[in-house]
């Protein structure tokens, strides 16, 4: 201990990470690298192919027979030893982890297979045989409020579950007494931060103790553990959850394990026997959990200046197909924050949740910013083009005052601190505004499309616990009592040794905690930052715990660090007395510095830290009275200022509050309409920086997170619900090719309200960038509105035919898919060397369609225009079998035949129909001309939907190819290699 | 190859970071199992297991390849290097590692051994790679947490740090 630290601590310095040596060396321990009990069975979750449908019944007994299966984990069991999850609205619906009764998302669990391994357990999945009976899907949230739209939930009546209406202030006064109103709509898309790590889960019963032992690489918050031991029907002290040391980023996602957990933790009950779970991608993308998706109208009542007096919000929130802990959240996270960084005094707030057969949602880095904020800045942005105003005048006149903090906003958020202004100038200065309008003038010029876009934004952190309870009407949470605050918790303990521990429930995700706690605690203990071990995973067990625990909200600065330097403080005060004592001088003469406990003026007055710490092992007899230990203290530490909700739904939904200013130039290519980003930059007023490092690996990382949810990513269901972004190819993240490096400028203003001054700053660039290059683009582009994600294809479209107004359909190759629509369609024509009669005989003879049919084992005939076939088909990369039934209908001998039909298997179901035509050209040669059209759902949709197209015309061209073959030679009409080539390249035939 | 049969187990022999080893593996078995839980090699980590996210990236003989787009079988007889192979000795990080700890090139580290090996192997083919060239390669990963700033730059200096060596080695 003899490093000298460096003047003003350590705390504030970009040390190197702790956590770093064993992550580069794959010496991480993430879930998967675990070590396991001897004998740990492995599970696969069967998943719903269909949007919405009942379960007919549910046939396992195939799974059982399967050698290496231990058991299959149904509703009936789930259902028989458990109670359903408890939901966060009063509305009569119940949530469970896996389908009961019907099913009611692309995914949704309908079975768990147990096995020796996971190889042996997707085996049996297959297995299983579901019957399910379709029902209506409604993916749209805006066809899921209308009355009548079909239900998800027919004990609500409505998929509508909650509305609530607020009013702050005098909105109707302000709009009245306005000169000018600007409104919005905007819809903000589906997307995910998806980890790159998956969910995983190990879980263990104890039939002796009726307990729960579960390993998940769950982030918390922790109320969710009180979900699921109510779930699991066990008191909170036989659930015990613990974390791995490491977890492969999270950005909220995480905290949608927990349905996984109650899952696993009954599989394990049923087999009797450690099961161990690790979810694939297909199953992360499909079905883990998502944001939300919103429609809102934004209506701003504003004056001739652009000084907004009275905002009026419509907030129509998709929680998809259940709400589960903690949603609806994400609706009443921003609730104190509705004004932005703007001083609007009148607010009127309409919100809606709706229920769609989508994926649940749950949290999301930015959790309900990047919704809000889009509506708030797009409405900025609208106010200075329809006033004629310069954008950033408009957001400069409506900040909140210099000098006004701590200011209350309208919809009751204390704001901690800030000089909005100042931050503002600073970031057009050094950030180099003027030289990207004169780029901008420049280009526009040459007839570039180029364009800026500005944002203001108040990035909230460390989350009140109580601002969801805002859900509920005052009455109703007068009845339920008050919920408020935040607990943080930190343990610092000393050894015989005196070496130094820090035990936080913090949970990260690669954050790099355990560095940043290690130089406080250096700091308060005077020794250096490697001499400090610190632990961040979480045994509730065994730990200091509550449920604000975890990594969420970006709390970790200001409410974990904070609690940690409380912690210190109070040991390192015992500290003091005890070595004053040693020192023969008052405590308040020592100083902790450099490994030893010194007197202040006199450093060879001194004795080393580890004698003065381990004085309370070994001999406790000398401690000083009133200080009764110095081997752990913990300490829990809520913030006064997170208060519940008051009977007029004033909601200080969160703690501290950093300021974002952001601006940036994109070029849109008008041709593909690719987006450039030219310059970003990003100011912070994020409090005091306890890591600058850990900051700018925040901030970028954020970044480009927004960069994706901006120009790329979109969860996408068809208009049957199929879910068709399944892989990492189809679901795009931004790579390093997309992502500009973005220039960061701080303006730091310590927050009052937190031990350290420090503010959250995990999720301000999600809430800030996504509007700001969609404002860009807007700029850019003179787009009236911007829907993300901002593809090419899609910007491309719209410059066309904005371009040529006059212009009919640009003409294309291919008739244009609705966007995310799965349909398939084609034709063609074969020549068969038989007569037109003894091609009919062969299309009816189930014995020819065997042997014609690509991939066909079996074909029965049901009755004499029905077929049963069992057909094994390679799709891309998904090979399954599928059953399919074959009807005939418009029979007309020998003339012509349609054949429709469904197919349904492990990887998916199809629906389709085509007419066949015969035609006796010559004599002994018939043409036999099709036309399909087909819909596909389930995994081959979500998998293969870039290859299915190609894959049904190679399918189709094979089975008349065959048919041609077996009628005793001839040729189909494009048979040859260079027609299959051509129908493969999507030419038709 | 001899002719396999579904679900039985064959021994699969090959070098991992330059020592022999050997792993029952059926048919179907993937490289990235036997790897992780037949070998307890888990720093080689799965994203995606569709070839996409760059996490399981390994060396086998001298190529960067998907881990999870590779079955066991195909490794027999050949040398697989990993993430475990890359320090010089315990306890000491490579210039590659080393780099990547002071740019802060990694947050939750998940993505991370992929992107080591990829840039190791690129380094060794070609120690000259310019920006252009590395940013090619690493358009093939998938990180969630950096945004990729820190990882370009710790790319970067690794090459010159290695080039720089290299010159120094050559001049003594």
Known sequence: MTAIPPSGGWTGRPVPRVEDAALLTGRGRYVDDLPIAPGTLHAAVLRSPHAHAMIRRVDTSAALALPGVACVLTADEVRRLSRAMTVGVKADVEAWPIAVDRVRYVGEPVAVVVAADRYVAEDAIDLIEVGYDILPVVVDPRTAAEPDAPTLHPSLGSNVINERLFRYGEPDAAFEASSRRVAVTVSYPRNSGTPIETYGVIASYDPGEDAYDVTANFQGPFSIHAVVARALNVPGNRMRLRTPPDSGGSFGIKQG?????????????????????????????????????????????????????????DQLEDCGAHLRAPEPATLYRMHGNMTGAYAIRHVAIRN?????????????????????????????????????????????????????????????????????????????????????????????????????????????????????????????????????????????????????????????????????????????????????????????????WSIASGNYSSRFAPAVAGATKLAADRIAEKLKRVAAGQLNVAAGEVDLANGRAQARGNPENAVSFARVAAAAHWAPGTLPDGVDQTIRETVFWTPEQLIAPDDEDAVNSSLCHGFIFDFCSVEVDRLTGAVRIDKYVTMHDCGRILHPGMVAGQVTGGFAHAVGAALLEEYAYGPDGSFLSGTLADYLIPTVMEVAEPVILHYESPSPFTPLGAKGVGEGNCMSTPVCLANAVADACDFDDVTLPLVPAHLADRLAAEEKPSRETPTRTAVPAKPGERKLTGEGSALVAAPRQAVWDMLLDPKTLEAVIP?????????????????????????????????????????????????????????????????????????????????????????????????????????????AAHAGGGKGNGSGLLARLRRLLGRGA | MPKLTKSERYPVRFTLNGRPVEAWAEPRTLLTDVLRHGLGSTGTHVGCEHGVCGACTVEIDGEPARACLVLAGQVDGQAVRTVEGLEPEAGRLSVLQDAFRRHHGLQCGFCTPGILMTLDCLFRARPDADEAEIRDHLSGHLCRCTGYAPIMRAALDARDRFNQARREETHA
């Open chain 1, 257 to 313: 394990v927990f349905p996984y957990m109650i899952l696993m933790a009954l599989a394990a009950r049923l087999a009797d026997r450690p099961v161990k779970w690790i979810e694939d991608r297909l199953e992360h993308l499909s079905a883990s959990v998502s944001a939300t998706n919103r429609v809102t109208t934004l209506e701003a009542a504003v004056e001739a200046d652009g000084r907004v007096t009275a905002l009026r919000w």
């Open chain 1, 352 to 544: 809606r949740i709706v229920l769609t057969n989508k994926t649940p949602t749950g949290l999301n880095r930015g959790f309900g910013g990047p919704q809000m904020y889009f509506a708030l800045e797009r409405l900025m942005q609208r106010i200075a083009i329809e006033l004629g105003l310069d954008p950033l005048d408009v957001i400069r006149r409506n900040l909140v005052p210099a000098g006004s903090f701590p200011y209350r906003t309208a919809t009751g958020a204390l704001l901690d601190s800030g000089d909005y202004q100042a931050a503002l100038t600073r970031a057009i200065d050094q950030g180099g505004l003027a030289g990207l309008i004169e780029t901008r003038r420049a280009a526009r010029a040459e007839g570039r499309l180029y364009g800026i876009g500005y944002t203001a934004a108040v990035e909230p952190s460390v989350s009140n616990m109580g601002y969801i309870t805002a859900v509920l009407s005052p009455a109703a949470r007068r009845k339920a009592g008050p919920k408020n605050g935040a607990q943080a918790t930190a343990t610092i303990a000393i050894d015989p040794l005196g070496a130094v521990s820090v035990k936080v429930a913090s949970v990260p995700q690669g954050q790099g905690h355990r560095t940043v706690l290690a130089q406080v605690v250096a700091d308060a203990l005077g020794l250096e930052p490697g001499a400090i071990r610190v632990l961040a995973d979480v045994d509730t067990a065994r730990d200091a």
């Open chain 1, 855 to 963: 991939g066909a084992h079996g074909v029965r005939k049901v009755s004499s225009t029905r077929f049963l076939a069992d057909v094994t088909l390679g799709v891309g990369p998904v090979k399954g079998r599928y059953r399919a039934e074959i009807e005939l209908s418009d029979l007309d001998e020998p003339g012509a035949v349609t054949l429709s039909g469904g197919t349904d298997g492990a990887l998916g179901f199809g629906r389709g129909s085509g007419r066949i035509t015969l035609a006796e050209t010559a004599p002994d040669r018939t043409t036999v001309h099709y036309a399909y059209e087909a819909v596909i759902g389930g995994k081959v949709a979500s998998v293969g939907g870039r290859l299915l197209d190609g894959a049904a015309r190679v399918v189709i061209g094979q089975f008349f190819k065959s048919l």
